[in-house]
């Protein structure tokens, strides 16, 4: 790639610096839980502190057609009397509205997840979650596609063409999980996206729609059918060497098979790539495997040679959900930890995927009812208190990256704004002693907590040449003494409920990182002389001159 004319002439560790593309797959799309949980107060506030501190561009969740949204009405409510049916289905907005107006506000957009099925079309009834959503096939396909359609053309007029055309639509969310997710067939999935597909394209064929939203690679067989058939799960279970086996997609390739032969659209291909499986032994014990910390680069890899070998070559490809695990009473959520872990892979899948959505950015999220306690494991890039987690400020970090990767380093990357020519780093302390592996998922944080023995501390060297003489940095360090809120708490007690005090007082130590200035020679020289810690994420970014 031709280098930008725009960029000042560096020299990185003395040589002239790559200048390709940096894509930020990490901030396009982040999830969250339910639409529903989107009407409070705490979970827009949280969002947009995530659109302008951490850059968010679109973000996911499930339950748009949840009775809790009250979009597809069949009876009046009568509240204390006896409801009175409709002779027609009405379709009621105000919910979703508020909604898609708070998204929009922002400063964001919707990655639109259609799903689930409303109660009086669904063919079974509270099949998930405390929230008891309905994840069945429809029972009138016909139904379903005037809800669909019918929701499109009201965002197409409340909003405007040109700004539903810059939604992504994806079709349900892991109906491989049966019968969670979906309760019918693999076959009758794919009729779901075919119906809903042509649909949305009948309102404006330059609509994007995509599926099939399945969750995570496998090496065996327990989807190769209509069901999910766990007597294919034992050979998993009972490896020594998992990461040995060939992790597979799910689905992926019968879906574009079933697609292509009915030239059905596929505008964009998604799924999850969490690196981690439960797999049942044939003495029906489940083992949680972690895979090896490339995993989901691995994962992305076989996902782009299987697109750009279809029919449908030119499809983007969105993760639509990841994490370190998709448990959300998963103690390595809230820890210094996941900073680097997550701070790795997005570097290292960045070239591969057009998003990469990590589930959720808030712990306000209700799929197994409310956490227990401040730091119970959510999933968020915040707790509930609203609370910075080292992951948040891995987050800002990343956000703070150039467009334009000067040097793919072995423990971070050197970047420059093509627009601005700021230059920017990150670095990171992933412990050698880790080895190849992952971060298994614990229950506790006291738990979690035992890996703050790994080591080594990592030095981190590197030269900047060209730069504006005198050039002000500022560097910003997380690590285990700086921004390490569950500890902090941890060394509290761990309270279970906080008081207002207590709030305040972590809420300062969360966001106390260690902030320094570093300035360029009077020649343009910035010599980056860093001493990490374990599992430390630093970040430099050029100070603007405006």
């Given at each position: 790639?031709?280098?930008?004319?725009?960029l000042?002439?560096?020299?990185?560790?003395?040589r002239?610096?790559?200048?390709?593309?940096l894509?930020h797959?990490w901030?396009e799309?982040?999830?969250?839980?339910?639409?529903?949980?989107?009407?409070?107060?705490?979970?827009?506030?949280?969002?947009?502190?995530a659109?302008?501190?951490?850059?968010?561009?679109?973000?996911?969740?499930?339950?748009?057609?949840?009775?809790?949204?009250?979009?597809?009405?069949?009876e009046?409510?009568?509240?204390?009397?006896?409801p009175?049916?409709?002779?027609?289905?009405?379709?009621?907005f105000a919910?979703?509205?508020?909604?898609?107006?708070?998204?929009l506000?922002?400063?964001?957009?919707?990655?639109?997840?259609?799903?689930f099925?409303?109660?009086?079309?669904?063919?079974?009834?509270?099949t998930?979650?405390w929230?008891?959503?309905?994840c069945?096939?429809?029972t009138?396909?016909g139904?379903?596609?005037e809800?669909?359609t019918?929701?499109?053309?009201?965002?197409?007029?409340?909003?405007?063409i040109?700004?539903?055309?810059?939604?992504?639509?994806?079709?349900w969310?892991e109906?491989?999980?049966?019968?969670?997710?979906?309760?019918?067939?693999?076959?009758?999935?794919f009729?779901?996206?075919?119906?809903?597909a042509?649909a949305?394209?009948?309102?404006?064929?330059?609509l994007?729609?995509?599926?099939?939203s399945?969750s995570?690679?496998v090496?065996?067989?327990r989807?190769?059918?209509e069901?999910?058939?766990?007597a294919?799960?034992?050979?998993?279970?009972?490896?020594e060497?998992?990461?040995e086996?060939?992790w597979r997609?799910?689905?992926?390739?019968?879906f574009?098979?079933?697609?292509a032969?009915?030239?059905?659209?596929i505008d964009?291909?998604s799924?999850?790539?969490y690196p981690?499986d439960f797999?049942a032994s044939?003495?029906?014990k489940v083992?949680?495997?972690?895979?090896?910390?490339?995993?989901?680069?691995?994962?992305?890899?076989?996902?782009r040679?299987?697109?750009?070998n279809?029919?449908y070559?030119?499809?983007?490809?969105?993760i639509?959900?990841?994490?370190?695990s998709?448990s959300?009473?998963?103690?390595?959520?809230?820890?210094?930890?996941?900073?680097?872990?997550?701070?790795?892979?997005f570097l290292?899948g960045a070239?591969?995927a057009?998003?990469?959505?990590?589930?959720?950015?808030?712990?306000?999220?209700?799929?197994?009812?409310?956490?227990?306690?401040?730091?119970h494991?959510g999933?968020?890039?915040?707790?509930?208190?609203?609370?910075?987690?080292?992951?948040?400020?891995?987050?800002?970090?990343?956000?703070?990256l150039?467009?334009?990767?000067?040097?793919?380093?072995?423990?971070?990357?050197?970047?420059?704004?093509s627009?601005?020519?700021?230059?920017?780093?990150?670095?990171?302390?992933y412990?050698?002693?880790?080895?190849?592996?992952g971060?298994?998922?614990q229950?506790?944080?006291?738990d979690?907590?035992?890996?703050s023995?790994?080591?080594?501390?990592?030095?981190?060297r590197?030269t900047v040449?060209?730069?504006?003489?005198?050039a002000?940095?500022?560097?910003?360090?997380?690590d285990?003494?700086?921004?390490?809120?569950?500890?902090a708490?941890y060394?509290m007690?761990?309270?279970l409920?906080l008081?207002?005090?207590?709030?305040?007082?972590?809420?300062?130590?969360?966001?106390?990182?260690?902030?320094?200035l570093?300035?360029a020679?009077?020649?343009g020289?910035l010599?980056?002389?860093?001493?990490?810690?374990?599992?430390?994420v630093?970040?430099i970014?050029?100070?603007?001159?405006?």
């Amino acid at each position: 790639m031709p280098r930008d004319s725009s960029l000042p002439t560096l020299m990185i560790d003395g040589r002239p610096p790559t200048d390709l593309a940096l894509r930020h797959v990490w901030n396009e799309c982040v999830g969250a839980g339910r639409a529903n949980e989107a009407l409070r107060a705490d979970w827009q506030a949280q969002f947009r502190e995530a659109v302008d501190v951490l850059g968010v561009r679109f973000v996911r969740f499930h339950g748009l057609f949840h009775d809790d949204m009250f979009v597809y009405r069949v009876e009046d409510g009568g509240g204390f009397a006896p409801p009175e049916p409709l002779p027609e289905p009405v379709y009621t907005f105000a919910y979703v509205d508020k909604v898609f107006d708070a998204i929009l506000d922002a400063g964001a957009r919707p990655f639109v997840e259609l799903g689930f099925m409303p109660r009086a079309l669904a063919t079974q009834t509270e099949t998930l979650f405390w929230w008891k959503a309905h994840c069945s096939p429809p029972t009138d396909m016909g139904r379903w596609v005037e809800l669909v359609t019918t929701t499109v053309v009201h965002w197409v007029e409340r909003y405007g063409i040109e700004e539903v055309r810059q939604w992504p639509f994806e079709v349900w969310n892991e109906p491989n999980l049966v019968p969670h997710f979906w309760t019918g067939t693999r076959t009758e999935y794919f009729e779901l996206y075919e119906a809903t597909a042509r649909a949305i394209k009948s309102v404006d064929p330059s609509l994007a729609v995509g599926g099939p939203s399945t969750s995570v690679f496998v090496p065996d067989d327990r989807y190769a059918g209509e069901y999910h058939d766990p007597a294919h799960e034992s050979s998993t279970a009972e490896t020594e060497s998992p990461d040995e086996l060939d992790w597979r997609p799910v689905w992926i390739h019968e879906f574009i098979e079933y697609c292509a032969q009915r030239e059905v659209p596929i505008d964009f291909f998604s799924t999850h790539l969490y690196p981690t499986d439960f797999a049942a032994s044939s003495l029906n014990k489940v083992r949680a495997i972690t895979r090896q910390k490339d995993a989901t680069h691995r994962d992305l890899e076989v996902m782009r040679t299987v697109i750009e070998n279809s029919p449908y070559p030119d499809a983007g490809l969105h993760i639509t959900e990841w994490s370190t695990s998709p448990s959300s009473r998963d103690a390595m959520h809230d820890t210094l930890f996941a900073a680097p872990y997550i701070v790795r892979a997005f570097l290292r899948g960045a070239p591969l995927a057009d998003s990469i959505a990590y589930w959720t950015f808030t712990d306000v999220f209700e799929e197994g009812g409310g956490g227990i306690g401040p730091f119970h494991g959510g999933f968020g890039f915040v707790n509930e208190q609203g609370l910075h987690k080292p992951t948040f400020h891995a987050m800002a970090m990343l956000n703070r990256l150039g467009d334009r990767l000067l040097a793919e380093l072995p423990h971070g990357a050197i970047t420059a704004s093509s627009s601005t020519g700021a230059v920017s780093a990150i670095f990171y302390n992933y412990p050698a002693d880790m080895g190849s592996e992952g971060l298994a998922s614990q229950r506790t944080y006291g738990d979690a907590r035992a890996l703050s023995e790994i080591g080594p501390e990592l030095r981190v060297r590197h030269t900047v040449e060209g730069l504006p003489p005198g050039a002000s940095f500022e560097l910003e360090v997380l690590d285990w003494e700086h921004g390490n809120v569950a500890e902090a708490w941890y060394q509290m007690g761990s309270p279970l409920n906080l008081s207002r005090e207590q709030t305040a007082e972590l809420r300062e130590i969360a966001d106390r990182l260690d902030r320094r200035l570093l300035t360029a020679s009077d020649h343009g020289v910035l010599e980056i002389d860093l001493v990490l810690s374990p599992w430390a994420v630093a970040s430099i970014a050029q100070e603007s001159t405006h």
